[in-house]
């Protein structure tokens, strides 16, 4: 295999791993997968998935709204299986124990990825319906379920882990919860061919970071924190500091070493928009570049993650549109 310019200058062991993680599902044949389920009780199935998309993230929802119709509701069933997988270890109002939702996920995962997904006249319970429609999802566009398989394995280290050591270990985190979703929405937009992984994983990579860094006051009040330990250590933070809340000259400075990295990452992710499908690219590019705008929100309002929860308006994301659109036209890999 011909490695990409991205992946053949490699110098991290993290990009390294990662990327071999995101070649092995494509190295194994897997049988195909046949979805028996009549036409209204499958476009019940989708319009839960598309409900459910719209509800919980306004940012996916606009940007998968650029696709064709078939497409957009194909990656509303990714988002909804993802936000059905993710649900079950996060939601605050959870009385299980750990060890209970981690039974819980293994259910779910045989559920969801069962070579037989529930169908019939009427659908049982929401699970089901997004089980029924990411089957079919799958079938449609011949996703690899080896990649769905490392994001359930991805969502349980939030069962078994709450610190990182360092950046290697979260950006492995990163990729089981988000780059595999990358990867598997580009069997759904179209793609060059296996060039295009690397930047795949980066971009996950880069919007897990984003999520993080906005998310640092929610994370941890649910006792978790993420922001790598070494690298805590190094701008002179501690626990006590996190708890505090406080935003001083340290924070400042962690937290422009951290957006610096994240929107490295981002430019050297987003070229990869020019390896997918015509059809989405404005989508993936959209997606890829109003997430990046939460980091302006960040620094403008003085690194405050810890009260705040940064976002982008509908202004904001409004007018960032057109110039998103013309690089997705014209092509992020150019010059000028």
Not at 62 to 89: E, G, I
Not at 193 to 205: C, N, S, T
Not at 320 to 336: D, F, N, Q, S, V
Request: hydrophobic residues 40%; negative net charge.
């Amino acid at each position: 295999m011909t490695l990409s310019t991205l992946e053949s200058h490699l110098t991290s062991s993290w990009e390294r791993r990662l990327f071999a993680l995101a070649h092995e599902p494509l190295e194994h044949s897997e049988p195909p997968l046949s979805v028996q389920a009549d036409a209204e009780t499958l476009e019940r199935a989708y319009a839960h998935c598309i409900a459910l998309t719209q509800e919980h993230s306004k940012t996916f929802y606009l940007a998968s709204a650029l696709m064709p119709p078939a497409k957009r509701r194909a990656v509303r069933a990714l988002y909804a299986f993802c936000r059905v997988s993710d649900d079950l270890v996060d939601q605050a109002e959870s009385t299980a124990s750990g060890g209970d939702r981690l039974a819980q996920l293994e259910s779910w995962r045989a559920c969801a990825l069962s070579g037989h997904p529930v169908a019939g006249s009427s659908l049982a319970v929401a699970k089901d319906m997004v089980a029924l429609a990411w089957a079919d999802t799958r079938a449609r566009f011949c996703i690899p379920t080896r990649y769905a398989h490392q994001l359930i394995d991805g969502v349980a280290w939030d069962l078994l882990k709450t610190r990182y050591a360092t950046f290697d270990e979260l950006a492995e985190y990163a990729y089981g919860v988000a780059s595999t979703v990358g990867l598997m929405s580009m069997h759904i937009t179209g793609f060059s061919g296996r060039e295009a992984i690397p930047y795949a994983v980066k971009l996950g990579v880069a919007l897990q970071l984003t999520n993080i860094l906005r998310d640092v006051g929610e994370d941890w009040a649910s006792g978790r924190l993420y922001l790598p330990q070494d690298e805590l250590v190094a701008y002179g933070l501690s626990e006590d500091d996190m708890a505090s809340g406080r935003v001083d000259d340290r924070w400042r400075a962690l937290m422009r070493f951290q957006i610096e990295r994240n929107r490295r990452l981002y430019d050297e992710a987003l070229p990869g928009v020019d390896l997918l499908h015509a059809e989405g690219r404005f989508a993936i590019a959209a997606a890829g570049e109003l997430y990046c705008g939460i980091l302006e929100d960040i620094e403008a309002n003085d690194y405050q993650v810890f009260t705040r929860r940064a976002h982008l308006t509908g202004w904001g994301k409004a007018r960032r549109l057109p110039g998103i659109w013309w690089r997705a036209r014209t092509g992020y890999g150019k010059e000028g």
